[in-house]
């Protein structure tokens, strides 16, 4: 699972093996080159009547919601240019 929030971001060479969440400010390119992910990933479920989802996640996700497994010992920062 590959989520990419940001207007900037340049892949050039990924081993996805789970889930990356890909964020950044809007003043900076990101290049993901090289990178290997290794992770439990996210999980998904379908939402029941009865789940305490919030209304906006019934709308947008429906009929699924993610369960995610990614710690944040997985996570890197790394800086633009």
Known sequence: ??????????VRSLDLRGALVVEGQQDVDITIDGLQVDNAGWQWHALQDADNSEEHQKIRCAPLQALRH????????????
């Open 1 to 10: 699972m590959l989520y990419i929030n940001h207007a900037d971001v340049q």
């Open 70 to 81: 990614v710690t944040d010992a997985g996570c890197a920062v790394c800086s633009g240019d």
